[in-house]
């Protein structure tokens, strides 16, 4: 039997999450709730997706002629999870509902780590949320570092970690938001908070980060600084990144790829719904050991990153995979996700 999954919220990361489930042969997406009649209700209709809309929104879609299904309390009781993609801090505010009908919970990263009983990267600690009533899929940013720790956690022990974030000013439908001719310290204040919230899945890691965003929509771009307790081999490294899942390596060398614009070229020939890149891209010439320390750059698709991340905590809370591996095969088999080496627009090698 398949668990049937809600999804509130149809933005941004909503309406990828929504779309991946669709995609899964052991989840039923029963709808997707929205509180703006737009041209994204009228896509979730448009594709069969039963919409659900607040109780006090009814006639703002009616009087739009969108089909509704009925309320965001209709789409919870036919559920057994929700995910929750509202806008950040918007989240909790629902909490107290989605408890009242008894469904599972998963939050994002724009939600406060005390929302959900853990923080979740499938990388990091997938076995050790089974069963768990609610989980927090925590940020781009923080996944796309994650997905570097964990990895590497598996080599040498890490003494210490610093981090630089480049953080595009906006997502590309963003038409308020960001610097236009500025790079803005983003905070001021230092350390940023994605540090804290690297320890809010892995504790026991002394990391600090700084950010600044730039006047671009394109994607993330981390300049990653780690120091290890013994000498670090930039071969064992490249292998382990090569090897792992939903990392790809790209050689500049080779594809000419050396910036995000040429990057994002590169997943629009490969016909990517959406331009997208779920997997965490880091660019191989710019991994570098010396003695204990190694420094790189990676990028991190602001947009799509978390998705994979999202159906794994499903799988999570209800059970349906018992390991990281196993849901990770079935995640990535039914994304169409990579790893390794990153030869040629068409694909990953």
């Not at 598996?154 to 610093?162: A, N």
Request: aromatic residues 4%; neutral net charge; contains cysteine.
């Amino acid at each position: 039997m398949k668990v049937k999954i809600a999804v509130n919220g149809y933005g941004t990361i909503g309406k990828r999450v929504a779309d991946a489930i669709l995609k899964q042969p052991d989840m039923e997406l029963i709808g997707v709730a929205k509180a703006k009649p737009d041209y994204a209700a009228l896509r979730a209709v448009s594709l069969g997706i039963p919409l659900y809309v607040p109780k006090d929104k009814l006639s703002m879609f009616q009087e739009k002629g969108i089909t509704v299904a009925g309320t965001i309390e209709d789409m919870l009781s036919k559920a057994d999870v929700v995910v929750d993609a509202l806008p950040g801090g918007k989240g909790v505010s629902m909490k107290q509902l989605y408890d009242e009908y008894g469904v599972k919970q998963i939050y994002q990263g724009g939600e406060k780590a005390s929302v959900a009983e853990r923080s979740f990267s499938t990388l990091c600690n997938y076995e050790e949320t089974l069963g768990a009533n609610s989980l927090r899929v925590v940020s781009c940013n923080t996944t796309g570092l994650l997905r570097l720790l964990c990895t590497l956690r598996r080599l040498y022990t890490i003494e210490s970690v610093r981090v630089t974030l480049i953080r595009r000013a906006a997502d590309p439908k963003e038409v308020k938001k960001g610097p236009v001719n500025a790079i803005k310290l983003n905070p001021p204040k230092l350390p940023s908070h994605h540090g804290e919230d690297v320890k809010t899945v892995i504790g026991d890691i002394d990391i600090m980060t700084a950010a600044v965003a730039v006047p671009t929509t394109l994607m993330h771009v981390h300049q990653v600084n780690i120091r290890f307790s013994e000498r670090a081999s930039r071969d064992k490294i490249i292998d382990a990144l090569t090897t792992t899942p939903r990392i790809i390596v790209v050689n500049t060398s080779l594809t000419g790829i050396q910036s995000t614009a040429e990057l994002s070229e590169a997943l629009r020939d490969t016909g990517r719904p959406r331009s997208d890149m779920p997997e965490l891209a880091i660019f191989e010439e710019s991994v570098t050991t010396q003695g204990k320390e190694l420094m790189l750059f990676q990028a991190v698709h602001q947009e799509s990153i978390v998705t994979p991340e999202n159906i794994d905590a499903i799988r999570a809370v209800t059970r349906l995979a018992a390991t990281s591996d196993e849901t990770i095969r079935i995640t990535d088999e039914t994304l169409g996700l990579k790893k390794g080496l990153y030869f040629i627009a068409g694909g990953v090698g």
